[in-house]
């Protein structure tokens, strides 16, 4: 948050200023900040489980793109596949690609 470009250079005035501050960042990374981790969809648009729409929106368009000029692309498009397991602050010694194949396995033998 605070290495975000209108984070402010000084302190707030008071816990109003603050909250309005926050409230400000809460709603543009929630429903306009797309998201690398997540496919670059927003937190809201993966919360509602409208993510999986837009992302194969997303693969269609770009693959008209690409059949409509090959020239522009020296290889494939963006893998639009849904990331099915995120997780908010991962282990750094885990092999994060690995847990989410293993955790996903788990999940469609339960």
């Known amino acids: 948050m605070k ?13 109003a ?13 929630n429903n306009d900040h797309q998201h690398s981790a997540i496919g670059f969809v927003t937190p809201s648009q993966r919360h509602a489980g409208q993510d999986s729409a837009v992302l194969k929106q997303r693969e269609e368009v770009y693959a008209r793109a690409k059949t409509a000029n090959p020239r522009r692309w020296s290889g494939d498009t963006r893998n639009w596949e849904r990331v099915a397991i995120v997780q908010l602050n991962p282990d750094k010694n885990e092999e994060i690609g690995h847990v989410k194949v293993a955790k996903e396995e788990q999940l469609k033998a339960a």
């Open 17 to 29: 200023e603050a909250r309005q501050w926050v409230q400000r960042f809460v709603q543009w990374y």
């Open 3 to 15: 290495y975000r470009p209108d984070y402010p250079k000084k302190a707030f005035a008071n816990l």
